[in-house]
Nanobody, 117 residues
């Protein structure tokens, strides 16, 4: 089992920044990928960014160059630094810790990010 706790969401004006955190505890040794997803009202959940155990990162086109995913192995925490935020970034953001190709797959509780124009 893996337990995830997210923090860092909130309300920010367009152009501002936020940093999301997702701390993990439990059996994380099998995890080989970390990701951030978001779900806006009436829309499907979508991948925002992911990072593998080898350090390879991948970003949605809509956030490339504005968001950065990073991990701190010593703290068992993954971060999402979000800069130049836009109203269309408004969503509930979820972290995901998983082992690719398996059912070993855990999600955070979600944190609301609201960007005002």
């Amino acid at each position: 089992q893996v337990h995830l706790v997210e923090s860092g969401g909130g309300l920010v004006q367009a152009g501002g920044s936020l940093r999301l955190s997702c701390a993990a505890s439990g059996s994380i040794s099998r995890i080989n990928a970390l990701g951030w997803y978001r779900q806006a009202p009436g829309k499907q959940r979508e991948l925002v960014a992911q990072i593998t155990s080898g350090g390879t990162t991948n970003y949605a086109d809509s956030v490339e160059g504005r968001f950065t995913i990073a991990r701190d192995n010593a703290k068992n925490t993954v971060y999402l630094q979000m800069n130049s935020l836009k109203p269309e970034d408004t969503a509930v953001y979820y972290c995901r810790w998983y082992r690719v190709g398996t059912g070993y797959d855990y999600w955070g509780q979600g944190t609301q990010v609201t960007v005002s124009s």
